[in-house]
């Protein structure tokens, strides 16, 4: 059985392109299938953060809006 990693990365308070840059470097630092959770407040990243999943060939699981900004589940590819 293999096991995966679930992290909660705290990336509010940080403009764009911020969260996707940060997003991106530690996702390269998982193995494939590790789950990544991202919370941040940028507006934008409902746009970043799904096309860097699909840019990179990450799964995103889900988007889910906060009272703050939104949190993003993403698998590693």
Known sequence: M???TE???DLRGLKCPLPVLRSRKKLTALK???TLTV???DPLAV????HMCN???HTL???VATDTGHRFRIVKG
């Open 55 to 57: 840019e990179d060939g």
């Open 47 to 50: 746009i970043d953060i799904p």
């Open 2 to 4: 293999t096991r995966t």
């Open 39 to 41: 919370e941040t407040t």
């Open 32 to 34: 494939a299938g590790d």
């Open 61 to 63: 699981l889900e988007t």
């Open 7 to 9: 992290i909660l990365f």
